[in-house]
């Protein structure tokens, strides 16, 4: 059945239109996600995925996948075709969605910690397209590096409702930031705000940005949005994928 499945997924992908054939490498993940789909449609199960949702006349469809060899790195991503960052589509209500999605999935990245890291710990990211290695929107979720986590405590009070830059370099990158009230994070639409942003509009395909709670342990707090544009940025240099602040014996 699982060899049936992701057959059927590599002929699915050749008819759906926005599969590049002309560099199938940026499209591995698309496939992964045709054989999440087919296997919720076909057996009720989610596999290879860790959870697929396949939306309804209210919400899109979201799968959530493990990075392949990394017991945290989990991405986020929609059912539908979404080329990524520049999507026009991610500035309406969709943006917001797979946000809601993104946030709801952070657990997956706790519980494999065994609870060491809290949820409101767990980062999100998205790359541009040249930061990118895949043409199918995936929001990246896992630990923060704890050099980014001090960063916000020190000089969080700073960052305010409104686009202003980060007071310091975060792995050597000058990033803008953006505050996020508690109230405000659900309904919240990250694409649409780098829009906002001066001389961004159109550009964003040059983006990359990172989400995390400011302050974990205060959840009246909200989130700090971190962003910055170049060719090739990749907010992901953020993000401490072997969750070294989580290991037993470490505070997070």
């Known amino acids: 059945m699982r060899r049936m499945l992701v057959v059927a997924s590599l002929f699915a ?18 496939v992964a996600l045709q054989g999440c789909v087919l296997a919720k449609k076909a057996a009720g199960r989610s596999f290879p995925c860790l959870s697929v949702d ?17 017991p945290t790195h989990t991405v986020v991503m929609p059912t539908d075709n979404v080329s990524g960052i520049e999507a026009p589509v991610l500035q309406g209500p969709r943006g917001a969605a797979y946000w809601r999605a993104a946030l709801d ?20 990211e998205v ?35 409104s686009w202003v830059p980060f007071p310091v370099p975060l792995e050597e990158e000058q990033y803008l930031a953006l505050r996020v009230p508690a109230d405000a994070v659900e309904t919240f639409n990250p694409f649409a705000a780098l829009a ?14 990172a989400a995390v709670s400011a302050d974990p342990d205060d959840p009246g707090a909200g989130m700090i ?12 240099e953020l993000m401490d994928h072997s969750c070294r602040a989580a290991r037993p014996g470490r505070g997070t």
């Open 54 to 70: 396949l939306g309804d006349d209210t919400r899109p469809g979201t799968a959530v996948l493990r990075a392949p060899g990394q």
């Open 127 to 161: 790359n541009s397209v040249g930061g990118r290695s895949q043409d199918q929107l995936h929001i990246h979720l896992d630990c923060m590096h704890r050099s980014v986590t001090a960063a916000l405590k020190a000089h969080g009070d700073a960052v305010g409702e």
């Open 225 to 236: 949005l971190l962003a910055y544009r170049m060719p090739e940025a990749s907010a992901e």
């Open 13 to 30: 992908v050749t008819l759906i239109p926005g599969a590049d054939a002309a560099n199938p490498a940026r499209d591995v993940l698309w």
């Open 196 to 209: 906002r942003v001066p001389g961004w509009r159109g550009r964003l395909h040059d983006a990359s940005f």
């Open 105 to 124: 999935a952070r657990h997956f990245v706790s519980d494999a910690l065994q609870g060491r890291l809290p949820v409101a710990a767990v980062g999100l």
